[in-house]
């Protein structure tokens, strides 16, 4: 909670599958996470959509490129009464199968991909990440569409929308 970010927070965070269907987890060396696998996530930062900030996080924490597919859910809660924590969860694919992991050591203990087993019985994940491994979320997600523009009265530079098919 270094930085102010005032006293509604927006963050994303990434389910990440690779083809042998193992998600892409990391440990963190902060927060209520340190120590347990927990998603590639951070805050979205201004001047960008929760779907680039997606992609950024996942690259900066783990080194692998992917692109958002569609968006899974939606985290929210209040902290101490003051602060609205919200976090969109969203469906990635790595975009190359053989990119090797490379971690921020700034910021992560380890990151590897493992499997739903792995995760639901490990003993080692966060419990949102073990409720998310425990549900079918592939099937359940909403999808990603680009090419709509709302109207120029509103002046969106980027506007996408999810929604299911």
Not at 4 to 32: E, F, H, M, P, T
Not at 35 to 54: H, I, M, N, R, Y
Not at 103 to 129: P, R, T, Y
């Amino acid at each position: 909670m270094g930085r102010d970010r005032g006293k509604v927070w927006l963050g994303a965070a990434g389910v990440v599958i690779n083809a042998n269907g193992q998600w892409l987890v990391v440990k963190k060396r902060y927060s209520g996470l340190k120590g347990v696998w927990s998603l590639p996530a951070g805050f979205v930062k201004e001047g960008e959509t929760a779907d680039e900030a997606v992609v950024r996080e996942v690259k900066e924490e783990t080194g692998i490129e992917c692109e958002v597919t569609g968006l899974i859910g939606l985290r929210t809660g209040v902290i101490r009464e003051v602060i609205s924590d919200n976090m969109a969860i969203f469906y990635c694919k790595p975009i190359d199968p053989d990119q090797k992991i490379t971690i921020q050591e700034s910021e992560l203990f380890e990151a590897k991909w493992l499997s739903i087993e792995e995760i639901v019985h490990g003993g080692e994940a966060s419990v949102m990440l073990r409720e998310m491994a425990s549900n079918e979320l592939v099937k359940h997600q909403l999808f990603r569409k680009d090419d709509i523009n709302p109207g120029e009265v509103f002046e969106y530079s980027t506007y996408r929308l999810f929604f299911n098919n």
